[in-house]
């Protein structure tokens, strides 16, 4: 049994949905579990419609309508008939979100967000479950969150591993078993799971590899396969650096080594749970599946020597100092890392000297609020529009070719990686 995540990034048009069933296809006699992202830019605009109903904009409806016209699109262009049960169906999810919305002005952003956020999920698994069935791939539909329980940690939950096996066991395996010779699909999203008190909650932004990497952990899964845009794990992101070279094989460590920095190819959270039970991941080209990706598995050399370069955008780069002149001490890292997670802000490099404590973050809603958190007792300098250049396995040559133009404000070096804050 397999596990097979589609990422919102490769299923924007209902001609890249309707290539589902040619990709399942290639598995013949394969039980699968396909975990569905939500569709596009849907995600975006999701967040576009939480903060305008969150701030009190009542001017949802508009941001709404073109999240719905965007679906219809989709839908229109893979079912040719007008009563398929896919828009009976996916009706009453819109119905569920308009109700969500107008329900009384909410009080926790993080909290109202994963009660919406969900909602794209919901319609793009929906729509691909109708793909399959069209295509003549009989297959079950299951919401996610009656099977991957979490804390309450809203838009950051943490995984309750017992009650998801728990789920799992009793819901998912059962479904898994032959059905009159029929090979079992189960189709689900990433991303979303439920606490106890049945609320939605998240696992964090991008998290549908995470929830492939779970259900592979919960089932014993021989393999995932993540499919994306790219031919596998690039050493650089396309958009950003030329030319690229493809890693055949990588090791666990090596992989959440790339997404700790950064990478955008999995999640930072996805490799645990496999290198846990010594599950292999594929991460395969969703534009020609025929070609071998990359494979992150156990027995892989533990380290490569070409060097990788992760690219970071939109970075501020704060600098903390006592008023006084008094030492950086452990009481100005606490007060510095508990207004960060006040404000769920993570740190990209950190970097101390007697006097300052500076550090790199992505550019936040709240970066004025914690500006004026730090303020309150500290001198702060800080600066923003800049980039996060990040090399593992560098070389001089590799620093040189993206330092040119660029002037260093900050730089880190340990062993095997080198970070540089650039403008």
């Keep these: 049994?397999?596990?097979?995540?589609?990422?919102?990034?490769?299923?924007?048009?209902?001609?890249?949905?309707?290539?589902?069933?040619?990709?399942?296809?290639?598995?013949?006699?394969?039980p699968l579990v396909i975990v569905v992202s939500a569709f596009g830019k849907t995600t975006n605009a999701f967040e576009e419609l939480i903060s305008a109903r969150f701030n009190g904009d009542r001017e949802t409806r508009d941001i709404i309508g073109k999240i719905r016209e965007y679906?219809?699109?989709?839908?229109?262009?893979?079912?040719?008939?007008?009563?398929?049960?896919?828009?009976?169906?996916?009706?009453?999810i819109w119905d569920d979100l308009?109700?969500?919305?107008?329900?009384?002005?909410?009080?926790?952003?993080?909290?109202?967000?994963?009660?919406?956020?969900?909602?794209?999920?919901?319609?793009?698994?929906?729509?691909?479950?109708?793909?399959l069935a069209v295509a003549g791939l009989d297959n079950t539909w299951v919401d996610v969150r009656r099977i991957l329980k979490t804390d309450s940690a809203f838009r950051e939950a943490a995984v309750d591993w017992a009650a998801s096996q728990a789920n799992a066991d009793r819901e998912i395996r059962p479904l898994l078993e032959k059905n009159g010779g029929k090979i079992p699909l189960i189709v689900t999203q990433g991303f979303i799971g439920s606490d106890q008190q049945g609320r939605s909650t998240s696992l964090g932004r991008e998290g549908s590899d995470y929830t492939a990497s779970i259900f592979a952990s919960l089932l014993d899964a021989s393999e995932v396969i993540v499919w994306k845009d790219v031919p596998g794990i690039l050493n650089a992101d396309p958009r950003h650096f030329r030319p690229t070279i493809k890693l055949d094989q990588i090791s666990y460590a090596e992989a959440t080594e790339l997404a700790y920095y950064g990478a955008k190819v999995i999640h930072p959270k996805t490799v645990k749970p496999l290198q846990n039970?010594?599950?292999?991941?594929?991460?395969?080209?969703?534009?020609?599946?025929?070609?071998?990706?990359?494979?992150?598995?156990?027995?892989?050399?533990?380290?490569?020597?070409?060097?990788?370069?992760?690219?970071?955008?939109?970075?501020?780069?704060?600098s903390v100092s006592t008023r006084d002149l008094s030492f950086i001490n452990?009481?100005?890292?606490?007060?510095?890392?508990?207004?960060?997670?006040?404000?769920?802000?993570?740190?990209?490099?950190?970097?101390?000297?007697?006097?300052?404590?500076?550090?790199?973050?992505?550019?936040h809603p709240n970066i004025k609020d914690l500006i004026a958190g730090l303020q309150e007792n500290y001198s702060v300098r800080y600066n923003q529009g800049l980039e996060l250049i990040t090399i593992r396995h560098f070389n001089e040559k590799a620093a040189d070719l993206v330092l040119q133009g660029k002037q260093v404000l900050l730089e880190q070096h340990n062993r095997t990686v080198v970070q540089y804050v650039v403008r």
């Design 98 to 131: 308009n109700k969500t919305i107008r329900r009384d002005s909410p009080k926790s952003f993080s909290e109202f967000y994963d009660q919406v956020i969900c909602y794209g999920e919901l319609l793009s698994s929906k729509i691909v479950s109708h793909t």
């Design 71 to 92: 679906h219809a699109e989709i839908m229109k262009g893979i079912f040719q008939s007008s009563v398929d049960p896919v828009y009976s169906e996916t009706r009453v």
């Design 330 to 363: 452990e009481k100005v890292f606490n007060d510095v890392f508990a207004l960060l997670s006040s404000f769920s802000i993570h740190m990209n490099i950190i970097q101390n000297s007697a006097l300052t404590l500076s550090f790199c973050i992505d550019n």
């Design 1 to 30: 049994m397999k596990i097979f995540k589609f990422g919102g990034g490769i299923l924007h048009s209902a001609a890249a949905v309707k290539k589902i069933p040619e990709i399942i296809g290639m598995f013949p006699g394969e």
């Design 277 to 318: 039970k010594g599950i292999p991941l594929q991460v395969r080209s969703f534009v020609d599946p025929l070609t071998p990706g990359t494979l992150i598995h156990a027995g892989a050399e533990p380290e490569s020597p070409i060097p990788s370069f992760i690219f970071k955008t939109d970075q501020v780069l704060m």
